[in-house]
């Protein structure tokens, strides 16, 4: 397809109550002509990277 949603960067940080924050940006880009069409930064919690990660995607893609 034209349209491409990259995950632009993603880092992991503790907090305060022990889980662990995943920050993760995603951009939708057009790869005909580079360009950004859409960017976001989501957040998800968890007590381990995984589940972190995956409420960050669940944040962005909301699945059944």
């Known amino acids: 397809g034209r349209l491409a949603l990259v995950p632009a960067s993603l880092g992991f940080g503790p907090?305060?109550?022990?889980?662990?924050?995943a920050d993760l940006s995603l951009v939708l880009t057009d790869s005909r002509s580079g360009k950004v069409l859409w960017r976001t930064v989501?957040?998800?919690w968890g007590?381990?990277?995984d589940?972190?990660?995956?409420?960050?995607?669940?944040?962005?893609?909301?699945?059944?």
């Open 42 to 44: 989501a957040y998800g």
């Open 51 to 64: 589940q972190a990660l995956n409420a960050a995607m669940a944040a962005v893609l909301p699945g059944p």
């Open 15 to 21: 907090e305060l109550n022990g889980q662990i924050r």
């Open 47 to 49: 007590a381990s990277p």
